[in-house]
């Protein structure tokens, strides 16, 4: 069996398909991974959905930032904004199927097989594998809950930016969910800094990318993220940024990790923002 990542699609299915071509990927006996942001932004996130959707358990998907975009607005907790391209899945007559499904996706998938996990943004430097795991669990359950309305009214914020592990309620939900979809960088204190897009380099002095923060034990296992798209197509200290920017027009990217070596694939995009 092949396994083949892929970056943030952001409904952009055209370039989807192209790329899912390249890679010589079999429905019959192979596997998907998604990191998440599978839809908005891009013309055609309803196509993206249902594609996915019929892969049944050949698709792996963690749920992004635009992901949980998409369910904020769907239930009214949440204002659209100038560039979301939420309408096609909201108005389409099989609009409670695709959002119940994406509310059930994780927030985080590891194989032990491959020693490779998948999420969003990135781990805080501060977790194992297998606390992140665990954490990313606690979210999970909440929003599979038949109140998790109250989840995605209360997600929103960039605070508390500092992780303790005796933090509790909507704190403790809404710093995990930050660090698994939308962290960046992080300042030399250890906390989030969720504001900041830039290149690493271009940022101001103090501030590290999340996988690079000096001092931190660096993971032994392969870390495939997304997100990030300034950053674009990255490999660095077994962390891998698959976001290389399809939106803007630039490329989507996927990488085979079930062999020793990663190998990638690439599709060039037309800029759709």
Same mark, same amino acid.
């Not at 991974?33 to 055609?44: I, T, Y």
């Not at 969720?194 to 380099?201: I, N, Q, T």
């Not at 939106?247 to 996927?254: D, E, I």
């Given at each position: ?11 952009? $299915? ?18 998907? !991974?998604?990191?998440?942001?599978? *839809? ?21 998907? *963690? ?42 996706? +994780? ?6 097989? $491959? ?23 606690? *979210? ?11 989840? %995605? ?5 960039? $605070?508390?930016?500092? @992780? ?5 309620? !909507? ?13 960046? $960088? ?18 101001? +002095?103090?501030?590290?990318? @999340? ?16 997100? !990030? ?5 990255? !490999? ?10 399809? %939106? ?13 070596? +990663? ?11």
């Amino acid at each position: 069996m092949a396994v083949y990542a892929i970056g943030d699609v952001q409904g952009c $299915y055209k370039s989807l398909r192209k790329l899912i071509r390249i890679t010589g990927f079999k429905s019959a006996k192979d596997q998907l !991974w998604f990191c998440g942001d599978l *839809v908005n932004r891009g013309p055609q996130s309803a196509d993206v959905l249902r594609y996915i959707m019929d892969l049944g358990d050949s698709a792996v998907c *963690v749920l992004g930032n635009h992901d949980l975009n998409l369910l904020a607005v769907a239930n009214g907790c949440r204002e659209t904004k100038a560039y979301d391209t939420l309408e096609e899945v909201l108005n389409a007559a099989d609009s409670v199927e695709m959002l119940d499904w994406l509310r059930k996706r +994780p927030f985080f998938h590891r194989s032990d097989e $491959y020693r490779a996990c998948m999420v969003h943004a990135g781990i805080y430097p501060a977790w194992s594998i297998k606390k992140a795991e665990t954490l990313a669990k606690e *979210v999970q359950r909440v929003l599979r809950k038949g109140d998790y309305k109250s989840f %995605l009214k209360k997600m929103y914020g960039n $605070y508390p930016a500092y @992780w303790d592990n005796t933090l509790e309620g !909507w704190d403790r939900l809404r710093f995990i969910t930050n660090t698994m979809t939308r962290m960046r $960088y992080l300042d030399t204190s250890g906390a989030l800094e969720l504001d900041l897009k830039c290149a690493p380099g271009k940022q101001p +002095p103090g501030f590290h990318p @999340w996988f690079n923060v000096e001092g931190k034990r660096k993971p032994s296992w392969k870390v495939i993220f997304g997100h !990030w798209s300034t950053l674009g197509l990255h !490999w660095q200290n077994n962390a891998i940024c698959l976001d290389s920017g399809c %939106l803007w027009g630039g490329k989507l990217t996927a990488v085979r990790i079930d062999i020793p070596k +990663p190998q990638f694939f690439s599709q060039s995009c037309k800029k759709t923002m």
